[in-house]
């Protein structure tokens, strides 16, 4: 002790709180930005570019295939059956690709099943997002009993067999689209969620999160406007994948029979009518065949090069 005397308390320094530049924090670099850095990659991403183009030209292929089934009169020879005509080779009276067992074009069927396939795989994907990634982002953020209610829902569904929820579904229904779409997409959310949930349990701890917080910004608006699009790189991977799976696992289920019903095709329910053929019409199996795995192949192309391409660190400069 010195003996001096202490200073007044109005002379101590008093720390102080610029909300004005905590409103100005940035979200983390985990959004999805388009650097330069970026751009050029993804000019220079074989896989991103590639699978870019397949999934492009598969695109347009099913916004046909759609249009013939919805539209009538355009183009009927997916369903106008002639036996007179059937399990005939390519390029026969005028059937490019030849004809199925019952004498329809196998070009025309192909092209409405994509359609089917890609309609159905893009409802799912949409729909298993959108759940998933809400119950991820709720249940990581908030944590104690929303996450562990949560996280045991998503156990429960991820434990859950497709194959025994769609019987259940076509046992209730019938089979079709709406058995498809309710099986597959109240299965395919829990992999997002557990995915969106480590991503939000890494951004809560971040400190634009704790800077939103500390200035009074309601949870519902730091989930959509800061956590949000820090996931938007991760789900636009996630989507690629799963409308690639979301097509394999249609087919699979048409092929057993519950899925999209005859006169519609299915690139599955044509490779189930294709095999009992197989010796006299080998391309009534392997078309829809090579179709389905030139689709999958694209899809996860297209997600391996996002993966890349979108990863944060590179947008930063390599030491």
């Known amino acids: 002790m010195t003996g001096e005397p202490l200073p007044p308390i109005e002379a101590l320094e008093t720390p102080t709180v610029d909300v004005e530049a905590l409103k100005t924090v940035e979200p983390g670099a985990g959004g999805l930005v388009i650097t330069g850095r970026r ?12 699978g870019a183009v397949i999934v ?69 994907t949409i729909a298993s997002l959108v759940l998933g990634v809400t119950v991820g982002l709720i249940g990581g953020y908030f944590r104690g009993p929303v996450d562990t209610f949560f996280s045991a829902m998503t156990d429960v569904t991820w434990g859950f067999p497709v194959i025994l929820l769609a019987v259940m579904f076509a046992g209730m229904l019938e089979p079709g689209f709406a058995t498809i779409i309710l099986a597959v997409a109240l299965l395919s959310w829990a992999g997002v969620a557990r995915i969106i949930r480590g991503y939000a349990l890494s951004l809560r701890e971040r400190e634009f999160v704790g800077a939103a917080k500390a200035i009074g910004i309601p949870s519902w608006k730091i989930l959509l406007v800061h956590l949000l699009p820090n996931v938007v790189a991760p789900i636009l991977v996630l989507a690629s994948y799963y409308v690639a799976v979301t097509i394999v696992i249609e087919a699979g289920l048409s092929f057993l029979g519950l899925g999209v019903q005859s006169p519609v095709p299915s690139l599955g329910a044509m490779l189930s009518e294709g095999r009992n053929f197989i010796r006299l019409s080998p391309w009534q199996t392997i078309l829809p065949g090579a179709v389905l795995a030139i689709a999958v192949l694209g899809f996860n192309l297209l997600g391996d090069g996002l993966r890349d391409l979108l990863d944060p660190r590179l947008s930063r400069p390599q030491g």
């Open 56 to 124: 492009a030209i598969f695109f347009v292929i099913g916004c046909i295939g759609l249009a013939l089934l919805t539209i009538p009169g355009l183009d009927a020879s997916w369903k106008d059956q002639n036996l007179g005509g059937a399990l005939k080779g390519p390029m026969y009276d005028g059937h490019i690709l030849g004809t199925d067992s019952l004498g329809r074009d196998l070009l025309a069927r192909v092209t409405v099943g994509v359609g089917v396939s890609f309609f159905i795989a893009f409802v799912v």
């Open 39 to 50: 751009r050029r990659g993804i000019l220079r991403s074989r896989s991103a570019t590639i």
